[in-house]
């Protein structure tokens, strides 16, 4: 199930790797925007076609990272253990969830080529801070795959702290493991069974 989670979660990212947003863009016309620029670029650099993770990681830290507040993901990950954490521990948690998933992206993004983007009507009122951007993403074979895009607008544009991933939230999916860790080990454990994680071979 984590696999195939992985993998429709390789699908977001391809929605959203791109260079900053624009300061006064508005979230949809930035996520369109991204998207399309990621697909072009997945399809025709050849290393990425080959599968080098090395350039996938690279496009991913350049492109992907900038467009995420991994300290709010972490946060809501974290649910009601985050005001437990120290604010070093807080740190460690955030760096190491932030390595998670770019390892989790580079391991599945190259398996994707074909792949086109729907994206749904959307309405925002001037003064609101937070919004979901809905797509469907969909392959020459498969079903369609919705992804959801939570987005809170901060001084250096609008950021996505959630991703729906047919009806999954990339943070409510992992808060369940990271509450059995720190059942089990407390919040060290969990720094130190990420840090673990992200030492090993990269996701397949």
Not at 36 to 53: H, K, N, Y
């Amino acid at each position: 199930m984590m696999k195939e989670f992985a993998r429709k979660l390789a699908l977001a990212a391809a929605v959203l790797l791109a260079a900053p947003a624009f300061a006064q863009e508005a979230p949809d016309a930035m996520v369109k925007r991204v998207s399309q620029d990621t697909l072009a670029t997945i399809r025709s650099d050849p290393l990425v076609q080959s599968g080098d993770q090395a350039r996938i990681r690279d496009l991913i830290e350049v492109k992907l990272v900038p467009q995420f507040d991994f300290t709010r993901m972490t946060a809501l990950a974290m649910g009601r253990n985050w005001r437990n954490a120290t604010p070093e521990q807080q740190k460690q948690l955030t760096d190491q969830f932030r390595a998670l998933l770019v390892r989790t992206y580079a391991g599945a993004l190259n398996q994707y080529r074909s792949e086109t983007i729907d994206y749904k009507p959307f309405k925002m009122n001037p003064d609101d801070t937070e919004v979901t951007v809905r797509t469907q993403v969909t392959k020459t074979s498969g079903q369609p795959v919705s992804i959801d895009y939570s987005l809170e607008k901060t001084p250096e544009g609008w950021k996505a702290y959630d991703v729906i991933v047919a009806g999954v939230s990339l943070v409510t999916n992992y808060r369940d493991e990271f509450s059995a860790q720190i059942k089990n080990g407390g919040i060290d454990g969990l720094v130190k069974t990420l840090a673990d994680r992200n030492k090993g071979a990269p996701a397949k």
